[in-house]
């Protein structure tokens, strides 16, 4: 499991390093925007890449209001196994990540 | 001997079903060993019709003594305040609620439609409905703000929808056994001894919600249902993980996040889509924080309590 995470990682790392252009913004802040994120990522192919692109991932923190957006304090991040667990996106990441779909 | 009368207005009767399902004491105990004489109620009252009817009047014209009046469900206005769509013995019931609240040493409402108007009374409220002595979260209700019983206590409010049985027979019997005294009311006349803790007061989950690991998903046995299947747990007062249902299990430890029906605002956010089973937020902060903790202080516990939690916090685990 984990030299599995390790790989998709490195390879979501990679895509972003290469300047995949991901939906950083708007960042999903209603409820509406949320389920829209959701479902466009439900209605997607699934791919690594278009969970990373309609999931606005950054490999830095993204920062508004004084409040910093990274995986680390997401609730859907899993400490031990650096990885994001919400369904829809479902992917290893790095605690100083960011997505759009980021809550506390 | 303690006469207890007992009827419904704008009820599904689920309160009546918890009630029958009481276990520490029984409906029955409440009969053979704690002198309680049920004159009548809806699923156990022998009487129909005209003698009913003239059973409700003896306890209006104080020929028969009424020690406690039972009220289950909304108190109907409609139409127009009239009352008319909720007929009961030859007049709206809300007549009867009144004359026989008028006339009884205890008044309790019970289920979250009786003491708060609950489902019946979200918007846009056609039946008119509202509670005992409660709208929501204002004082007043069909009886208004200053109402009290002959005892000099107000409605005693026991919320939930259903309401857990045994706070009800409890309740019952310390008010039939002369211990009504003892009954210290909260703001919102809810019975102290059950409603100032939690529901999240004894969860399984609370290694989960402390180290901030969340249930992402229905049926996981591993993490918090607060902060993102919109559970009400950390800011609701009931005692539903320490009085358990069935004395197996509560709706948390099941994997049911609690929808916060022992609050006056039961059904939050009025049922509009997505809100119910989902976390509202702000700016991905969670709209209802846990009682007495603000924005900030969430924020940094939430950092704190991440970066400490354990390998064993993120694993699939018993918790029933």
Request: some cysteine; charged content about 25%.
């Given at each position: 499991?984990?030299?599995?995470?390790?790989?998709?990682r490195?390879?979501?790392?990679?895509?972003?390093?290469?300047g995949?252009?991901?939906?950083v913004?708007p960042?999903?802040?209603?409820?509406?925007?949320?389920?829209d994120v959701l479902t466009?990522?439900r209605q997607s192919?699934g791919s690594?890449?278009q969970r990373?692109i309609?999931?606005?991932?950054?490999?830095?923190?993204i920062e508004?209001?004084?409040?910093e957006?990274?995986c680390e304090?997401?609730m859907?991040?899993?400490?031990?196994?650096?990885?994001?667990e919400l369904p829809e996106?479902d992917?290893p990441v790095e605690?100083?990540w960011?997505?759009?779909?980021?809550?506390? | 001997?303690a006469?207890?009368?007992?009827?419904q207005g704008?009820a599904c009767?689920?309160n009546?079903?918890s009630?029958?399902?009481?276990?520490?004491p029984s409906a029955?105990?409440?009969?053979?060993?704690?002198g309680?004489?049920?004159?009548?109620?809806?699923s156990?009252g022998?009487?129909l019709?005209?003698?009913m009817?003239a059973l409700m009047?003896?306890c209006?014209s104080?020929?028969?003594?009424?020690?406690?009046?039972?009220?289950e469900?909304?108190?109907?206005?409609?139409?127009n305040?009239?009352?008319e769509?909720?007929r009961?013995a030859g007049?709206p019931?809300?007549?009867w609620?009144?004359l026989?609240?008028d006339?009884a040493?205890?008044?309790v409402?019970?289920?979250?439609?009786?003491?708060?108007?609950?489902i019946?009374?979200?918007?846009?409220n056609p039946?008119?409905?509202?509670?005992?002595?409660?709208?929501?979260r204002?004082?007043g209700g069909?009886?208004?703000?200053d109402f009290?019983?002959?005892?000099?206590l107000?409605?005693?409010?026991i919320?939930?929808?259903?309401?857990?049985?045994?706070?009800?027979?409890?309740?019952l019997?310390?008010?039939a056994?002369?211990?009504?005294?003892d009954?210290?009311l909260?703001?919102?006349?809810?019975?102290?001894t059950?409603?100032?803790s939690?529901?999240?007061?004894?969860?399984?989950?609370?290694?989960?919600f402390?180290?901030?690991?969340?249930?992402?998903?229905?049926?996981q046995?591993k993490g918090c249902l607060?902060y993102d299947l919109?559970c009400?747990?950390?800011m609701?007062?009931?005692p539903?993980n320490?009085?358990?249902?069935?004395r197996q299990?509560?709706k948390t430890r099941?994997?049911?996040p609690?929808l916060g029906c022992?609050?006056?605002?039961?059904?939050f956010?009025d049922?509009?889509?997505?809100?119910?089973?989902?976390?509202?937020?702000v700016?991905?902060?969670?709209?209802?924080l846990p009682?007495?903790?603000?924005?900030?202080?969430y924020i940094?516990?939430t950092?704190a309590a991440?970066?400490a939690s354990?390998?064993w916090?993120?694993e699939?685990m018993?918790?029933?």
């Open positions: 499991m984990s030299d599995s995470d390790d790989k998709i490195k390879q979501a790392e990679k895509l972003l390093k290469d995949l252009k991901t939906e913004f960042r999903a802040y209603t409820q509406e925007q949320i389920q466009r990522i192919d690594l890449e990373l309609i999931g606005g991932f950054t490999l830095y923190p508004d209001e004084d409040i957006q990274a304090t997401c859907y991040y899993l400490v031990h196994r650096r990885y994001c996106l992917v605690a100083e960011s997505c759009r779909l980021w809550r506390i | 001997m006469n207890l009368l007992w009827l704008g009767s689920g009546t079903m009630f029958l399902n009481a276990e520490e029955v105990d409440l009969v053979t060993d704690f309680i004489n049920i004159l009548w109620h809806p156990l022998v009487e019709g005209d003698n009817k009047e003896s209006v104080g020929e028969t003594d009424l020690d406690i009046f039972v009220f469900g909304s108190v109907v206005n409609a139409p305040g009239t009352g769509w909720n009961f007049k019931m809300k007549e609620v009144r026989l609240s006339k040493q205890f008044v409402a019970l289920g979250d439609c009786a003491t708060y108007g609950g019946p009374a979200m918007a846009p039946s008119e409905s509202e509670g005992m002595q409660f709208l929501k204002e004082r069909f009886l208004g703000p009290v019983a002959k005892s000099g107000p409605v005693i409010n919320p939930g929808c259903p309401a857990h049985p045994d706070w009800v027979t409890q309740i019997v310390a008010v056994s002369g211990r009504a005294g009954l210290t909260d703001e919102f006349q809810r019975p102290k059950f409603f100032s939690f529901t999240q007061t004894g969860c399984t989950r609370n290694m989960h402390a180290y901030k690991v969340s249930a992402t998903e229905f049926g046995r607060f919109g009400r747990g950390p609701t007062h009931s539903c320490r009085i358990l249902w069935n299990s509560s099941a994997g049911m609690c022992t609050e006056p605002e039961f059904p956010f049922l509009e889509p997505g809100t119910l089973f989902k976390t509202q937020t700016m991905g902060v969670p709209k209802d009682t007495g903790v603000d924005k900030k202080g940094k516990l950092g991440k970066a354990p390998e916090a993120e699939d018993f918790v029933v």
